[in-house]
Antibody, heavy 124, light 107 residues
Framework: EVQVVESGGGLVKPGGSLRLSCAASEFTFSTYSMNWVRQAPGKGLEWVSSISSGSSYIYYADSVKGRFTISRDNAKNSLYLQMNSLRAEDTAVYYC?????????????????WGQGTLVTVSS | DIQMTQSPSTLSASVGDRVTITCRASQSMSSWLAWYQQKPGKAPKLLIYKASSLESGVPSRFSGSGSGTEFTLTISSLQPDDFATYYCQQYNSYSRTFGQGTKVEIK
């Protein structure tokens, strides 16, 4: 069974930094594009960032561009999100989500597997 | 970015009802649309992709249709397990966007 498990969430002050991790298992992680999607408390879903299988294509939502950095370590089957200059509006559950097709491609897809999410709270 | 607008925002229905949720896109996007179900405290679950393709393991009472700018998700006979929030999502561009969600409540 495909699994993705997020970690690294917590309480951080405005202007602070946090690094999220996503550990993948039971699929060939190195061949799939991965994403971060977030959901503010009581709100809808917002795509945050994506990275292709070989890290050739990286995209960000305008709301996080210049502050967040997505990366992956295929040898460790892991996805990361470095979040700097955090704001109150970044408070959300952050989900790691897999796209269904492999290849180091720029083609966008939907998300077939999601983790359980990790909560990030930005507050003084 | 393509804006996605779902209607209604909330829907009250009874077990056995036929339910339809609409999603409209701000620009044409072929059939690059997915639907998800989300229950409180849980991750979204993929139901439909490419507007009308049913994800493996999803009950056949769920169906999707549409292309261009207007799409629908239909539940043919609402079951107790279907009370949840439903989201559409476009993947026509790398900047994926979701609808605001439709909460299906018990009438």
């Amino acid at each position: 069974e495909v699994q993705v498990v997020e970690s690294g969430g917590g309480l951080v002050k405005p202007g602070g930094s946090l690094r999220l991790s996503c550990a993948a298992s039971e699929f060939t992680f190195s061949t799939y594009s991965m994403n971060w999607v977030r959901q503010a408390p009581g709100k809808g879903l917002e795509w945050v960032s994506s990275i292709s299988s070989g890290s050739s294509y990286i995209y960000y939502a305008d709301s996080v561009k210049g502050r967040f950095t997505i990366s992956r370590d295929n040898a460790k089957n892991s996805l990361y999100l470095q979040m700097n200059s955090l704001r109150a509006e970044d408070t959300a559950v952050y989900y790691c989500a897999r796209e269904p097709y492999g290849g180091d491609s720029s083609s966008p897809y939907y998300f077939d597997y999601w983790g359980q999410g990790t909560l990030v709270t930005v507050s003084s | 970015d393509i804006q996605m607008t779902q209607s209604p925002s909330t829907l009250s229905a009874s077990v056995g009802d036929r339910v339809t949720i609409t999603c409209r896109a701000s620009q044409s996007m072929s059939s690059w649309l997915a639907w998800y179900q989300q229950k409180p405290g849980k991750a979204p679950k993929l139901l439909i992709y490419k507007a009308s393709s049913l994800e493996s393991g999803v009950p056949s009472r769920f169906s999707g249709s549409g292309s261009g700018t207007e799409f629908t998700l239909t539940i043919s006979s609402l079951q107790p397990d279907d009370f949840a929030t439903y989201y559409c999502q476009q993947y026509n561009s790398y900047s994926r966007t979701f609808g605001q969600g439709t909460k299906v409540e018990i009438k």
